[in-house]
């Protein structure tokens, strides 16, 4: 994995330039990219390519992902992310890759998912916009996923739109 610090705001927020070698597992490295340079919350776009990978389609009937297999060599044409932070307090160094995919087969046909795991080949370019805030997840008993809890979030702006009230939710958007 190859770092370089892009730019950094006069707020203090960074943008990375991340690219990933061949045989890197894509979310492994980018935790690990997180943790190393004290990314608590981001944004990250990419493109490259993947020789295998597990992409998901969550299935709330199960409660869980299923598994779509990718067994040959495939274009990376979007790849769009959040890295939070994932631990029970401020000084953990745990974070939460959550990205969603899609890549393209030899004969142009593609296929999307939740990111589960994909091993790059020959080469992954991430750019990664570090957030003022850091966004946490927390347990959803309802759906039994980790979301981004903004009541344990902090920074950013005060408008809490949303408070759970669906009203309030189809407001945010006006």
């Known amino acids: 994995m190859q770092v370089r610090m892009l730019t ?43 020789s295998t990978a597990t992409l998901g389609f969550f299935d709330p009937e199960l409660g869980d992902y299923r598994g779509i297999p990718v067994t040959e060599q495939a274009e990376v044409v979007s790849l769009v992310g959040d890295i939070t932070h994932s631990g029970d307090d401020d000084d953990s160094k745990a974070r ?29 370019e991430v750019v990664v916009h570090e957030s003022p805030a850091h966004l946490h997840r927390s347990y959803d008993p309802r759906t039994g996923l980790a979301l981004i809890d903004l009541g344990r979030s902090s920074g950013g702006g005060e408008a809490d739109v949303d408070k759970g009230d669906p009203a309030s939710r189809s407001q945010a958007g006006r």
């Open 96 to 124: 939460t890759v959550h990205g969603h995919v899609v890549v393209a087969r030899s004969d142009g046909s593609t296929i999307g998912g939740h990111l589960i795991r994909a091993s790059v080949y020959p080469t992954l």
């Open 8 to 50: 950094q705001t006069d707020d203090q927020r960074r943008v990375f330039a991340v690219v990933l070698d061949a045989g890197e597992e894509i979310a492994a490295s980018l935790g690990e990219f997180a943790r190393e340079t004290g990314v608590d919350a981001a944004s990250f776009t990419a493109i490259g390519a993947i």
